[in-house]
């Protein structure tokens, strides 16, 4: 992933006895599992989506819907990893489990990390539903309910092309089997300020622009929160 000298440090991996579900911003960085260019390319300093990058796109602007406590800033989604700003805006009131599940079967956890769980575990069964439909032949033509366009739009690669050995590896983006889409954690940046803000905010909107021009460094996540 490019990296930026004016970028927060994203190296540790959950402040100790910091409180995730408080109100507040968050800056957060997910990566494909393997590095795999799975959500499209970068062609004259912009992102085109794949049709796996269109499902993320529509899986994450759905955060909203399912956490209303929850608003969504600026996010890009990359060929090989996403960011994306996203703030708490209040801090909901943790319930006893049991009276949870019976009312309300989402997850009594309001945290960062409960969010990006489900973010990812809903994409990644969303994204292998769609693959096992390509398999087997029943190609996913249904609009998007934000753009309009289907996944097989002219931007996004064919179904066959999904499953192609890659002319450098050798090996298809997408085995037979169930696919790991995302590395299992995630990297994340308490946001302080308005100015921390606004500089993770452009450095979110030029990372296309920045794609060729700064070296790629392999993120290796750990346990997740």
């Known amino acids: 992933m490019p990296t930026n000298s004016n970028l927060p440090n994203r190296r540790s991996i959950r402040l100790k006895n910091y409180d995730y579900s408080q109100k507040g911003s968050y800056f957060i960085t997910i990566v494909t599992q393997n590095r795999k260019h799975l959500f499209g390319k970068i062609e004259d300093g912009k992102m ?8 993320v796109e529509e899986e994450w602007l759905n955060t909203i819907q399912l956490r209303p406590n929850v608003s969504l800033g600026e996010f890009i989604i990359m060929p090989d990893h996403m960011h994306m700003i996203v703030t708490i805006t209040t801090q909901v009131e943790k319930k006893d489990n049991d009276e949870w599940i019976h009312s309300n079967p989402k997850s009594p956890s309001h945290t960062i990390g409960a969010i990006i769980r489900g973010f990812k575990g809903a994409s990644t069964k969303k994204i292998n539903l769609f693959l096992n439909s390509s398999r087997s032949g029943e190609s996913q033509f249904t609009p998007s309910p934000r753009t309009g366009e289907s996944l097989f739009a002219p931007a996004a690669p064919s179904p066959e092309s ?18 790991k889409i995302f590395q299992r954690n995630y990297y994340e940046h308490i946001i302080r300020n308005q100015r921390d803000y606004i500089r993770i905010e452009k450095y979110i909107i030029d990372n296309p622009r920045n794609w060729k021009k700064k070296k790629k460094k392999k993120l290796n996540l750990k346990s997740e929160d």
Do not use: H
Not at 48 to 55: A, D, M, P, Q, T
Not at 162 to 179: D, H, K, Q, V
């Open 48 to 55: 085109i989506l794949s049709s796996v990058g269109r499902i």
């Open 162 to 179: 999904l499953f192609a050995p890659s002319p450098r590896t050798g090996e298809s983006l997408f085995a037979p089997s169930y696919n």
